[in-house]
T-cell receptor, first 115, second 107 residues
């Protein structure tokens, strides 16, 4: 049973470009969460999605960031017009969606570097 | 005030030692708690859930004190492979992660 998949594992962008990060949840999981981890800091919640629905985006910056989880295909975290401060590790997690506050399983992360 | 607070450490302990980490949470309505382990530049991995009655998994024991709003993790007979950052999690509207406690087990 494959775990949570994320790609790319490393992404380099110049300021002003767009970054697209993909996450395929664990098989059988319908809930996806995105987190950002800055160097030497903890994980910060960004957004919680179910298929075709954003459940909680309270952690998403108001501008330039968006997320989706379409009916088919992976969840996408999109960052437009990247700035150096966006450089971080972005982790995706998934859970089955069968109960409240169930365990989340993390993917290997995408490390974004903005030059 | 942060939702979850942890002593960042670092904790440097010899092999075979017992080490304990505490974590406090601010939301008295939190229902679920977890300990995750994160190795350098890797993803967090679930170590154990924390139950009201406390739970043990081999050398690891987790406890919850609702009255004082803290959770703890005890590691007995430390191994070199236990070296990592340990993250505590409380839940509310979302998962709230602490910034982690760094542990290095020294030969």
């Amino acid at each position: 049973n494959a775990g949570v998949m994320q790609n790319p594992r490393h992404l380099v962008r110049r300021r002003g470009q767009e970054a697209r990060l993909r996450c395929s949840p664990m098989k059988g999981h319908s809930h996806v969460y995105w987190y950002r981890q800055l160097p030497e800091e903890g994980l910060k919640f960004m957004v919680y999605l179910q298929k075709e629905n954003i459940i909680d985006e309270s952690g998403m910056p108001k501008e330039r960031f968006s997320a989706e989880f379409p009916k088919e295909g992976p969840s996408i975290l999109r960052i437009q017009q990247v700035v150096r401060g966006d450089s971080a590790a972005y982790f995706c997690a998934s859970s089955p969606g069968t109960g409240s506050w169930e365990t989340q399983y993390f993917g290997p992360g995408t490390r974004l570097l903005v030059l | 005030r942060k939702e979850v607070e942890q002593d960042p450490g670092p904790f440097n302990v010899p092999e075979g030692a017992t080490v304990a980490f505490n974590c406090t949470y601010s939301n008295s309505a939190s229902q679920s708690f977890f300990w995750y382990r994160q190795d350098c530049r890797k993803e967090p991995k679930l170590l154990m859930s924390v139950y009201s009655s406390g739970n043990e998994d081999g050398r690891f024991t987790a406890q919850l004190n609702r009255a004082s709003q803290y959770i703890s993790l005890l590691i007995r007979d430390s191994k070199l492979s236990d070296s990592a950052t340990y993250l505590c999690v409380s839940t509310g509207n979302q998962f709230y992660f602490g910034t982690g406690t760094s542990l290095t087990v020294i030969p």
